[in-house]
C-alpha cells in the first residue's frame, strides 16, 4: 500500500470511527465552558444526549466521567442549569 493510500485510509478511519473518549472529554469541555458563562452557551440539550448516549456504550465511560472531572460538571448542570429539560436530561 503506498504512503498516500495509508494516510487516505487513516484519514478515513478517524472520520468514520465513533471514539467514546474523545466525544466524552469534547461534553465535559463544553459543560466547563458552559458553567464557566453562566449557562449562556447553546446545544445543551444535544451535549446530554451525547453523554448518555456514550455512558450507555460501555459501564467503564460512568467511571471514565468521573475521572475526568465530569462528575462535578453534571451534578452543575442538575443543581444550576437555568433550562428545566437540561436539568432533567443531566440525572
Request: net charge negative; proline share 1%; glycine share 4%.
Amino acid at each position: 500500500m503506498s504512503d498516500e493510500d495509508k494516510k487516505w485510509l487513516t484519514e478515513a478511519m478517524k472520520e468514520h470511527t465513533f471514539n467514546d473518549t474523545d466525544k466524552m472529554k469534547e461534553v465535559c469541555e463544553f459543560m466547563i465552558k458552559d458553567i464557566e458563562s453562566g449557562f449562556k452557551m447553546e446545544d445543551a440539550e444535544s451535549k446530554m444526549e451525547d453523554l448518555e448516549e456514550i455512558i450507555e456504550i460501555h459501564e467503564r465511560n460512568s467511571t471514565n466521567l468521573a475521572r475526568s472531572g465530569g462528575l462535578a460538571s453534571l451534578i452543575t448542570y442538575q443543581l444550576k442549569h437555568p433550562d428545566a429539560q437540561v436539568r432533567v436530561m443531566a440525572n
